[in-house]
């Protein structure tokens, strides 16, 4: 084990407030959020088992050090349906979000946020059209 991966390597919590594994090395019951999203459960209100520590130079990490929080898996509970009207709600805000304000056309796809409006208004369809090809 590398040096930097032994100083994450903290199964017992004797550094760390709890316990703390580095990339990759974590039991295969303790998953992150997302990993639970993808298995179609949440985490139902159980306190962060673990964590997962790595270097990194992206996105500004303080020191260099990025965190992920652990889940237990078996006490992790089935995700809830989204209701018809949550569901009515997210379609008409994804149609605002593919609507031109400057023709009132569906682009068909969300619209650029440094231009505000279709890439046909901005630039013109002779700009447009050799794209479509």
């Known amino acids: ?7 994450f390597y903290d199964p017992t919590a004797a550094r760390h407030d709890i316990p703390t594994y580095p990339w990759r090395f974590a039991p295969t019951d303790l998953l992150t959020r997302r990993q639970l999203a993808e298995r179609g459960l949440r985490p139902g209100g159980q306190q962060v088992v673990a964590q997962v520590m790595w270097r990194s130079r992206r996105y500004n990490a303080p020191g260099g050090i990025r965190v992920a929080f652990l889940y237990d898996v078996r006490f992790a509970l089935p995700k809830r349906p989204a209701t018809p009207r949550q569901l009515a709600a997210l379609a008409k805000a994804n149609a605002a979000r593919r609507t031109c304000p400057d023709c009132r056309k569906d682009a068909g796809y969300v619209l650029p946020r440094h231009l505000g409006i279709c890439l046909i208004c901005a630039y013109g369809p002779e700009a447009v059209e050799p794209m479509a090809a």
């Open 1 to 7: 084990m590398s040096r930097i991966r032994a100083a």
